[in-house]
């Protein structure tokens, strides 16, 4: 398959992963953070890992959409769902992602509330369409690769007088995310966390561009590289990252030329800020409070935002202390340092968002099989 096969070739790896072997310095240690879920899937889906040398390292970030939600906006999901008896719209990841007391949307709908999995905004749109009697929520989530089919349908319910359909919004912005990552004690003082270069998210660049991250390579001095999703895509980006640490250059480059322009995709941008405005704050679970990082309705489209037309009650929501999402999303842990891992927490039964998302880094390491002999369970729990 085109854009496919050329990238997965292993000869080239075998090239590649040379390349990398003879340019990574033996004395240095380099440790490259994956923003996006993505990433971590293709490192663990294609072995990338035993193709590099061992001081070579990659750090988990919080890219994965459903695993930054914080635990108090699913449970409002749930409310919406439960208390204010609407149709609930949602992508299938969010179904069974345990809120407070480990409730969740599909046990919300086994339950008899009306929650349906769609696979666009389309979908959403069409069940309102269908349903004029009854009031239809979506729940978006997502960083900005998802927010314009978000906007599109906000522009469409108004456009044709929908008067049942609104939009919980709880879309985020990667780089306010990173910013706040190298920001954080832990990279900046403590050192618990180093972060040489990113690789910087595929889908996210290519509506955003690659002009955003000028940013903190400059401030911070760390090199991105925007990275592919194809295993040859992230080990390009691996060694053009070496090349930046060994020759002490912290540039924004670009090896997913074939999509990611500089500037982005400008009509979805122009769409996105005529229907979104910034959030002053909005908690992302395990990075905290995060200053304008993610967008809320404009008032000229308030009659679509599900936070004015319903009334949330304010709740007492509460995270499982024992999972471990909330440091795996810092790049302070590894999922296997999870007690939880593969012996109570498996993608059959999962306890935190990164075992549920098809993004989550607990996932990867679970679903790949890298990790799966079972550890003994800890007595205390
Ligand atoms: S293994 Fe499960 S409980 Fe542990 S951090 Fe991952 S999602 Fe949370």
Not at 359 to 374: D, K
């Amino acid at each position: 398959m085109k854009y496919v096969d050329e990238y997965r070739d292993h000869e080239l790896a075998k090239t590649i992963a040379g390349a990398i072997a003879t340019e990574a310095d033996p004395e240095k240690s380099y440790h490259f953070m994956e923003f996006c879920g993505g990433h971590t899937h293709a490192i663990f889906r294609y072995g990338v890992q035993d193709l590099i040398p061992q001081n070579v390292h990659f750090v988990h970030g919080p890219g994965c959409p459903v695993c930054v939600l914080p635990i108090s906006r699913l449970d409002d999901a749930v409310e919406l769902a439960e208390r204010h008896g609407v149709i609930l719209c949602t992508y299938g990841d969010m179904m069974r992602v345990p809120g407070t007391k480990q409730r969740s949307l599909i046990r919300a709908k086994a339950d008899g509330a009306d929650v349906r999995m769609v696979y666009s905004t389309l979908d959403a749109l069409k069940i309102a369409r269908e349903n004029p009697e009854r009031q239809v929520v979506f729940f978006a989530i997502g960083f900005e690769t998802t927010t314009p089919p978000t906007a599109v349908a906000i522009k469409t319910a108004q456009a044709e007088g929908f008067k049942n359909f609104s939009v919980f919004c709880n879309h985020v912005l990667t780089p306010a995310a990173i910013s706040h990552i190298l920001e954080s004690p832990e990279v900046r003082e403590l050192g618990i966390v180093k972060i040489d270069g990113f690789l910087g998210p595929s889908h996210v660049s290519s509506v955003i561009g690659s002009q955003p991250y000028e940013f903190f390579a400059e401030e911070f001095q760390k090199p991105v590289v925007i990275a592919g999703f194809e295993p040859l895509d992230v080990m390009q980006s691996v060694l053009m990252l070496i090349r930046q640490v060994n020759e002490d250059r912290h540039e924004v480059e670009n090896e997913y030329t074939r999509v990611v322009t500089e500037e982005g995709n400008l009509k979805a941008q122009a769409l996105v800020s005529e229907v979104f405005e910034l959030r002053k704050t909005f908690d992302w679970r395990g990075l905290g409070t995060v200053p304008y990082s993610a967008l809320r309705i404009r008032d000229a489209y308030a009659d679509f935002d599900a936070e004015k037309r319903f009334e949330l009650s304010v709740k007492a929501s509460r995270e499982v202390k024992s999972c471990e999402c909330p440091s795996i999303l810092r790049g302070v842990k590894k999922p296997t340092d999870c007690k939880l891992f593969g012996t109570v927490c498996t993608p059959q039964n999962p306890i935190g968002t990164c075992m549920v998302s098809s993004e989550g880094a607990c996932a990867a390491y679970w679903t790949y099989g890298r990790f799966r002999e079972p550890k003994p369970l800890d007595a205390a729990e």
